[in-house]
């Protein structure tokens, strides 16, 4: 049987989540997100973040939780801007556009978006009233690329959007790989600070489903439930997504699930470094993207599943591994085995 480095979320849920959900089973809570267990996973989060003021939604999953988000913050003549490989440009079957909303894509190496990407998209839609509006920016934080904000960087892209009377919408389905990235200075507090809108993703990081949509900008909580409601995503028995979040919450799981993904990433990485293997970005988080010969990839592929990424030339390929949080030494290792024996 193959291993999978092909997504994060191949394996069910960490025990602790599926403890919780069998020891709680017959319990009866109340229906919709008023249960006891949604409550606290909400106060929970508000406490990581220091901020009272910030609105929780708990929703199942990520493309779902951009869709609600975007639809509900834009009027029907503005649109988003976005860097390229943005996930609600390439993964999410045009969600953001059949809601009547543009995606503004802007090419950059590394996936991330900097103040001096924007200014041309802005000066670009100034013909008023004839273009669509530029009003949101979303980022992702572990990007698409694997790459990672800093402190600074957020901070500077922040300040624009204020200064620019934009929003800002950190889409967080890896936000804990990012934030344990080994070259992070980011805290979870700073980015509730820095945003208007993010989410804590709870799929690709031990839960079986589920995505908490913190609104930090209190102009933006009015009716956000109606729009839960709405596009379908509100649960009756909201207790399946507040269990789990409270359990991830609980002793920083949440955080230590994502930074074992991140060091198990790291040890085939540098194995490949070693070996003289070239990334298609510089990536800390448990997305790593080397540059191999198509022959290794054949190679590599009778024993793991992985996606061939980007090809380079007629010799080689980009391929995208990903490591879980439930990703083992023993995998690793022999990935790393091959690559050393093969190179």
């Known amino acids: 049987m193959k291993f999978s480095f092909k997504n994060d979320y191949s394996e069910g849920c960490h025990p602790n989540i599926l403890q919780a959900l069998l020891h709680t089973n017959f319990e009866q809570q109340a229906g919709y997100g008023e249960d006891e267990y949604s409550l606290q ?38 649109c988003v801007i976005s860097a390229a490989p943005g996930h609600i440009l390439n993964n999410e079957t045009g ?162 699930l994502a930074k074992h993904a991140n060091i198990q990433a790291m040890k085939i990485k540098n194995a490949m470094k070693e070996r003289g293997v070239q990334f298609l970005a510089d990536t800390y988080t448990n997305q790593i993207f080397p540059i191999i010969s198509n022959g290794l990839i054949k190679i590599l592929s009778e024993k793991f599943e992985f996606f061939v990424w980007k090809k380079i030339n007629d010799e080689s390929s980009a391929i995208r591994l990903i490591t879980s949080w439930n990703t083992g030494d023993e995998p690793v290792q022999r990935f790393i085995e091959i690559i050393e024996r093969e190179l």
């Open 95 to 256: 969600a953001i556009e059949a809601t009547g909303h543009k995606v503004l894509s802007i090419e950059t190496a590394d996936g991330k978006l900097r103040p001096e990407d924007i200014v041309p998209v802005l000066e670009n839609h100034s013909n008023i009233p004839h273009q669509v509006m530029p009003k949101l920016v979303y980022i992702s934080n572990s990007t698409e690329l694997g790459t990672v904000y800093l402190a600074k960087e957020l901070e500077e892209l922040s300040n624009f959007c204020r200064e620019k009377g934009l929003y800002l919408f950190m889409d967080g389905a890896r936000l804990g790989h990012g934030l344990t990235s080994e070259i992070s200075d980011l805290s979870l507090e700073k980015v509730a600070e820095l945003t208007d809108v993010f989410y804590l993703g709870g799929t690709k990081n031990g839960a079986l489903i589920g995505e908490a949509i913190v609104i930090n900008n209190q102009d933006l909580q009015q009716d956000f439930a109606f729009n839960i409601k709405q596009k379908g995503a509100l649960l009756a028995k909201g207790r399946l997504l507040g269990i789990q979040f409270m359990e991830l919450m609980r002793d920083d799981l949440y955080f230590d």
């Open 41 to 78: 996973a909400k106060k929970l989060i508000k406490e990581k973040i220091k901020n009272p003021n910030s609105e929780v939604y708990l929703v199942s999953g990520g493309t779902q939780a951009n869709l609600i988000v975007i639809s509900a913050i834009l009027r029907p003549y503005q």
